[in-house]
């Protein structure tokens, strides 16, 4: 069962994520279950809303390849993150 994840991270800025996103590399490795990512920031922080093929695959990404990346950029805040099944999914290119 896919999966919608928002994560909200106060204080979190442009430049860290940058950082992360260059450590993590999931444009260039692909992470397995990962159908989609947005990004997006406002005076209080960042917000992220991802696409999974399951909680599992999430999961792992965020135990093995994540949360590592966060550390080595010496980011100490943690995000708040809601997960919910997805009822649809549609993405252009992706059958689901």
Do not use: C
Not at 27 to 37: C, K, S, V, Y
């Amino acid at each position: 069962m896919a999966i919608l994840m928002r994560m909200d991270w106060t204080g979190l800025s442009t430049e860290q994520y940058d950082a992360v996103r260059k450590l993590v590399n999931w444009e260039g490795d692909q992470p397995p279950g990962g159908l989609a990512h947005v990004a997006a920031f406002d005076d209080g922080g960042m917000h992220v809303n991802d696409i999974w093929e399951s909680r599992e695959e999430l999961d792992r990404f965020v135990g093995e390849r994540l949360m590592p990346a966060v550390a080595q950029a010496g980011i100490e805040s943690q995000p708040d993150v809601t997960v919910w099944e997805a009822h649809a999914v549609y993405i252009p290119g992706v059958t689901h």
